[in-house]
Structures are given as C-alpha cells and as structure tokens.
C-alpha cells in the first residue's frame, strides 16, 4: 500500500472564549495575590474556575473544551442524513454479525474503532471499510486514564491509532471521539494539529450497561430528526437473556423507524466536511 500523503498544516487554533477567560482569570487572581485582604477571593475563584473547566470536560456532548461535533452539519442534515456510529470494535465476534446486518438493512455506519483492537484484527477492519462503511479514531488504547493525560502523552495516543489505523484501511480518520466521550483542556489542540474533528453524538442507547433493547431503541429514537448522530457499541456490547449483543436487536427496528421518517444512513466520512481544509 502505498504511504498516504502528510496532512496539511494546521492554521492556528482558534482558542475557546471559555479557556481564554481562564487565562485571564489565573493572571488576574495571580496579581490579586499580592493585594492584601484579596488572597482568599482569589484562590478561590481558581478553584471555582477549575471546577468549572473539570465539570465540562465530565459532559462529552459540552464544548466549553473546543469544538465538538454533537450533530451533523446543516447540509447534512438538510439531506436527512442520520449518522449511526458503533464504537469499542472490532469484535471478532460481533462485528461480523453487525456487518451482515448492515447489509441486510442497506445501511451505512461508522466505527470508531480501538486502534490496537484493530492492529490485531486487521482484515475484518478492512471489511468495514470494502463494505461501504467508515472507519474513525478511538484512540490506540482506549486507556481509562485518557482524560488526565497532558498534551504529549494526548498526542502520542491519538497519533498512534492514526498511523495504526491509516496503514490497515489506507484511509486518515478525520474524526475522533474520546474514550467514554471524557477530556481535558488540553485536547483540543493537539485534535486542530492532527485535523480531527471530536465527535461525540446526539443521543446515545447505553447499551454498554442496559442490556433491554427496547429501552435502547426508545432512547436513539426519541425526537429522531436529520443530523442526528447516535450511539451504539460493537465492543463491550451488553448481551440480552437471549446472549446476543444488544445492538443486533436495536439495528434493525431502529433502521425502520430511520426510513419511516423519511431520513437515510450516512458515514462521516460523506456527511462531516474535514476540519481543516487541505490545499
């Protein structure tokens, strides 16, 4: 396979009005300090502040962080696009099952896949990928630490799955999506340098932890509109009684009530425009 070209050069990355603000107010309360009988107002506005900034960075669908793709684009959505995203994979043993489904269905969707996962699993990747899906960045790991990384360390995962994820499909993901949607300040900035969009989702089933498919299918389909991007899970899938992964019995009742109102499938790949565009 031949080598895919570097990405373009950033533009400068546009700060957050939030993150500007607190700045402004560490310089502000670090001057405070030396004015006496204002010590304490002081400190405790940093606190406050960084309470503030962790509580954002708690809410995947915020973007107090940086931008965050919570919808698809207004043209996308215009079109009655819907995007259906499935995130945790590959799963040798579920992800096969949920591509014939797919195919059944003539649905499209997008993995957003554990980049090691799929180093082991390389040519069930590559099916996504030749059976008209997407394929996004996970991070390398899906480390339960991801959201107190600093900037290099947040930079060497998301680097990593994006090498390991380009030289299986031959595609550059365009699109990242945080391990449980959770992160820091510090994120953004390395997504501007690497082109990735954060995508989290309008509405997500839960079906790591419920294992009733009606009660996940009721919680995607609630106020389904396009533009919507919604969230499901090949990887860590929860089994009904029955033992089947939950979103092989939300697929297809889903996918009705899509069609039914009018609205089609689509993949980030089509309906997301890159952040940054290339010369």
Do not use: Y
């Amino acid at each position: 396979m031949a080598p895919l070209p570097a990405p373009a050069a950033a533009p400068r990355w546009p700060w957050p009005p939030a993150l500007r603000a607190s700045v402004g107010l560490h310089m502000a309360a670090g001057a405070a300090l030396f004015v006496p009988g204002v010590e304490a107002w002081a400190l405790g506005s940093v606190v406050l502040n960084h309470l503030g900034l962790t509580a954002a960075g708690l809410w995947p669908r915020s973007s107090v962080l940086g931008a965050n793709v919570t919808r698809l684009p207004a043209a996308s959505a215009a079109r009655g696009a819907v995007a259906i995203t499935i995130d945790d994979g590959p799963d040798p043993a579920v992800t096969p099952a949920v591509l014939d489904l797919l195919d059944t269905l003539g649905a499209r969707a997008t993995f957003f896949c554990i980049a090691q996962r799929a180093a082991r699993h390389p040519a069930l990747v590559r099916e996504i990928v030749a059976r008209g899906h997407d394929v996004q960045n996970h991070s390398d790991g899906h480390r339960h630490d991801f959201s107190l990384s600093g900037p290099r360390k947040l930079e060497r995962e998301i680097a990593a799955a994006q090498a390991r994820l380009a030289d299986i499909t031959g595609r550059r993901p365009h699109a990242f999506r945080a391990p449980a949607g959770l992160r820091n300040p510090l994120l953004d900035p390395v997504l501007h340098r690497l082109g990735l969009h954060l995508v989290s989702w309008t509405r997500r089933g839960f079906d790591t932890r419920d294992a009733d498919p009606a009660r996940v299918l009721a919680r995607l389909e609630r106020g389904l509109a396009g533009g919507d991007i919604l969230l499901l899970h090949d990887g860590h899938a929860r089994r009904t009684v029955a033992g089947r992964p939950v979103l092989l019995d939300v697929l297809p009742p889903l996918l009705a009530r899509v069609r039914a109102a009018g609205l089609h499938t689509a993949t980030l790949q089509a309906a997301l425009p890159t952040r940054h565009p290339t010369p």
